[in-house]
């Protein structure tokens, strides 16, 4: 150690002091980590009494990362004696071990904002932070009050009072005086406050001080500390809304939780060896903490003691404690030294629990009992309105004011209120009113009978009708509430793809309806019971309930009840292929429904009908009827029908052979679904959507359609949607020679449908499956695939598919060479395609016949099969066009016209390429090899 002289003495090494006070180190720490016997020696350092020897210089280099000019061991200026320095002070108070942990994340961005707020002199000199207790307001405060850069803009230093609910205010500004040099005799003189601020202003004066005042708890007591001169800066923390309003204005910054990541990062940095043992809980951990940083810390130091000899034992047993919220607000710290909450009792260890009983104690009784009701509802991200809240706690305005204004619960937007979660398990342990219960219930029975339709309202309070739902469930006197909730909610959860959950409910409440001999009810139940079934492709079971509900409806004369259940039956009935049944079922619903004034039902009617009339090959009948619906539907501003009316209109044009006019109109649909939220109707126009760009050979549009419909079926449970999407693919594949997808589409798609019946999925996919068999010349497998088809489309009278697998099997029948028989099944699938008007199995039908004339050398007959095609077939249908332009170049090069068959050839190969089609290669190499001739 060198001495000074005394001209150089009483200069304190105020950037060797600040180093270390930043580290949050004692000086004994110091001198322990350099080697120096003794911690006076680096007191000598600081107060500028002695200056470290170059050994000690270099070893102070090295433990603070800093040159020797940077903690002020670099050679000295000598001041004069009348030169009146005043050096920065760094207040005592400043818990320097709290910020200097390595636990400080996810604050980067709030630090660098508040830095740069309160280091430009153009904007506020006033800022608050405002937050829950524990989410690290003061831990953000004081790492601004250690950051480099505001210390170098605050350069006289930074002042920080810690107030709490009952501070000694003029205790804390006597610690200020002794720190600005105010002379003790001074200070011991003054005992009015106005007298003090008067006197600490003066010592002030004009240096540029950063003041801090951290957890006040009402407005007074910050005002009290606003002691600062013009070049001062505030910055308060807080959990009082009000005070932050009050203190700051709209300079007021909201401390958020960490999310997700920022928790998982935290509670990894306090206990790394969590990762390897139980990584799957971490995240879990955070969200049942709600990312509250004091809590993550508390477990983390907690599980951090429990794992430390890998103990697997000791360490389950540490995490299934941490699952229950009792524990976690127990939870605890121990407080002592320089680590010690001044706010908690000496003695007392820091816990979750003891944070937010500072903030339950200025409640008065009626507030308590509101905020223990309010455990009843759902934690943040979830929030409830004004108006529930002051029913299910049986309480006021006032009161609800004043849990907010104690920062307990959070104001989210216009009359909607949120609880963090650690704040919703405190108040779970508070006492509970007996009929708050009885109170949220019934509240919420009324609010979805209410809003039953209305999509919106449902979605806003879901989380609380959920809670309620299961209260209702729970106890046999809230049965009643119950089967309501379920008559209310049915229709909403199969909307929402909640099939099997709104089944168990349905189910239930049918049983408890019955038992309580409810008819009204229990036809509902049914009536919803049915529809779900059928949703999920449970046709024959999905009769049972509609059957029953049909009998009571008619015994009980409700005409609403007895047309939707025959309508729906006749969906039932059609989707088990029976036709003639469900168009019986529709023509019976029709009148019912009228004579009811049953407006949107009569619409649902009438679109089912016809589309059952379009199945069946009439297709002009049904569009009659359909455009009558749709301008009634529009009429009675039936909005959900109106839109399905419009889609099914559109397949109504693609089954027409109006392939562009059926695309614009499905778009226009598709949006209004969407805007509408029909997740169910939205699977099945994505679907159709599919299968008229795929006919228009658009397959990337075709593909990226049918792959939105396959997620969105998956996720709604929409099965039957989903089958036919795994058709269309496969479909599609086939068309670009990718079999192997094709057959992974095909096959699973087929398994699906065979699991829930669909016959009519079932025959489309045999369909397809046959067309990959031929092509792979399998015709066994084909046959038999064939003739399985055939049988269905025969039972269910769906002629299309008849058509298309007549024509198939034809195709396969000539290839083995099987003429005559053919002939026939060509003849009967061309003459059954004219009759429903299918375009596509028309023009498949005169392309084989016209490759059939080809193979015969009947070139006159050829050609006239081609050309008649290209009469008949919509523009719209590229793939068809190229196969029968490729077949005129054919023979065109056999009638030795070469010059017309390399034009036809060129055309169909742009299209085939155009398209990405399989028989592009074949057509290119048959071209390029005419064109070398």
């Not at 489309?793 to 769906?798: L, S």
Request: neutral net charge; hydrophobic residues 40%; aromatic residues 8%.
């Amino acid at each position: 150690m060198i001495a000074l002289k005394k001209t150089q003495q009483n200069h304190p090494n105020v950037l060797l002091r600040r180093a270390r006070q930043t580290r949050g180190w004692t000086q004994q720490e110091v001198a322990d980590q350099i080697g120096a016997p003794q911690a006076f020696m680096v007191n000598r350092w600081e107060n500028g009494t002695a200056r470290p020897s170059p050994r000690y210089r270099e070893k102070l280099c090295q433990l603070f990362g800093k040159s020797s000019e940077e903690l002020g061991l670099g050679k000295r200026v000598v001041q004069s004696a009348s030169t009146n320095v005043q050096e920065p002070i760094y207040d005592t108070a400043i818990p320097f071990r709290l910020f200097s942990t390595s636990t400080f994340i996810g604050r980067d961005q709030l630090v660098e904002q508040l830095k740069q707020q309160l280091c430009d002199e153009s904007k506020a000199t006033m800022i608050a932070l405002q937050g829950l207790p524990g989410v690290g307001k003061t831990s953000l405060a004081g790492a601004i009050a250690t950051h480099a850069d505001v210390q170098r803009h605050f350069q006289d230093g930074v002042l920080w009072a810690a107030l709490g609910p009952q501070p000694d205010l003029l205790s804390l500004l006597n610690h200020w005086g002794k720190l600005l040099g105010l002379d003790d005799t001074v200070r011991t003189s003054l005992r009015d406050y106005d007298n003090w601020v008067q006197a600490l202003r003066d010592m002030i004066g004009t240096r540029r001080m950063l003041l801090i005042i951290d957890d006040a708890w009402n407005i007074a007591d910050a005002l009290a500390c606003t002691v600062g001169g013009p070049g001062c800066a505030y910055l308060l923390t807080t959990r009082i809304p009000d005070v932050a309003v009050r203190f700051a204005g709209t300079n007021v910054v909201q401390i958020p939780e960490l999310n997700i990541d920022e928790g998982v990062q935290l509670l990894d940095r306090i206990v790394p060896s969590l990762r390897e043992m139980a990584p799957e809980i971490i995240p879990t951990l955070v969200k049942a903490v709600g990312g509250l940083p004091l809590a993550l810390s508390l477990m983390g130091n907690y599980l951090q003691t429990q794992s430390r000899g890998y103990q697997h034992r000791r360490i389950k047993a540490a995490l299934d404690r941490l699952q229950q919220a009792e524990e976690r607000l127990r939870l605890e710290q121990p407080q002592a030294g320089l680590t010690r909450d001044a706010r908690l009792p000496i003695g007392t260890s820091l816990t979750l629990r003891a944070m937010i009983d500072m903030s339950v104690a200025i409640l008065d009784q009626p507030a308590r009992k509101a905020l223990a009701a309010l455990s009843l509802f759902p934690s943040k991200p979830g929030s409830f309105s004004e108006e529930v809240a002051l029913i299910v706690a049986d309480t006021n305005v006032a009161t609800l004011d004043r849990l907010v204004d104690a920062g307990l619960v959070e104001v989210v937007d216009l009359d909607r209120y949120q609880l963090h979660q650690t704040i919703t398990d405190y108040a779970r342990s508070l006492p509970l009113d007996s009929q708050t219960e009885e109170r949220l219930v019934e509240y919420i029975a009324g609010y979805v009978e209410r809003y039953a339709t209305e999509k919106d309202a449902l979605e806003q309070e879901y989380s609380l009708i959920l809670i309620a739902l299961e209260l209702a469930q729970k106890y046999d006197t809230y049965q009643s509430a119950y089967i309501r909730y379920i008559c209310a909610l049915a229709a909403f959860w199969n909307e929402r793809g909640l099939n099997l959950f709104a089944e168990k409910h349905l189910q239930q409440a049918s049983i408890i309806a019955r038992s309580r001999k409810d008819p009204a009810r229990l036809i509902n139940i049914l009536c919803a019971l049915g529809e779900n079934l059928y949703l999920q492709g449970k046709y024959e079971p999905a009769q049972t309930p509609l059957q029953e509900g049909l009998e009571l409806a008619r015994q009980q004369n409700d005409l609403h009840r007895t047309a939707e259940l025959l309508s729906r039956l006749g969906l039932v009935v059609g989707e088990l292929g029976d036709y003639e049944q469900a168009k019986q079922y529709f023509e019976k619903a029709l009148p019912v429904a009228y004579r009811a004034s049953y407006h949107k039902v009569w619409c649902t009617i009438c679109s089912n009908l016809a589309g059952v009339l379009a199945l069946q090959g009439d297709l002009s009948q049904a569009e009659v009827l359909l455009r009558r619906g749709l301008r009634q539907a529009y009429r009675w501003k039936a909005h959900r029908q109106s839109t399905t009316m419009l889609a099914n209109l559109g397949w109504m044009q693609w089954k027409r052979g109006n392939i562009k006019q059926a695309e614009v109109i499905m778009k226009k649909a598709l949006k209004q679904i969407r805007g509408a939220k029909y997740q169910y109707m939205e699977v099945q126009v994505l679907v159709n959507l599919g299968w008229v760009t795929m006919e228009q050979a658009d397959y990337t549009q075709a593909k990226q359609y049918l792959q939105e419909a396959e997620v969105l079926a998956r996720r709604t449970g929409q099965r039957v949607a989903l089958g036919e999407s795994f058709a269309v693919q496969g479909f599609i594949a086939l068309k670009q020679g990718d079999h192997a997808r094709a057959e992974t589409h095909l096959k699973e798609g087929l398994a699906l449908m065979r699991r829930i019946s669909h016959r009519g999925h079932i025959c489309l996919l045999l369909m397809f499956m046959s067309i990959a068999r031929a092509w792979d010349r399998d015709f066994a497998q084909a046959g038999e695939f064939l003739h399985e088809g055939l049988e269905l489309a025969t039972q269910m009278g769906i002629r299309e598919y008849h058509s298309g697998l007549l024509i198939i099997q034809g195709v396969c029948l000539l290839q083995q060479g099987k003429v005559e028989q053919a002939e026939s099944c060509l003849r009967q699938g061309q003459e059954l395609a004219f009759e429903v008007g299918a375009p596509f199995y028309i023009g498949l039908a005169h392309i084989v016949w016209g490759e059939w004339y080809l193979r015969q050398q009947l070139f006159a007959e050829a050609e006239a099969a081609f050309q008649k095609n290209l009469e008949l077939i919509p523009p719209a249908f590229r793939e068809l066009i190229a196969w029968t332009q490729w077949g005129l170049a054919r023979t065109a090069l056999a009638q030795g016209q070469i010059d017309t068959a390399l034009q036809l050839g060129q055309t169909s190969l742009n299209t085939f390429e155009q398209i990405d089609h399989v028989m592009k290669k074949i057509v290119k190499r048959w071209y390029m090899h005419l064109h070398s001739k």
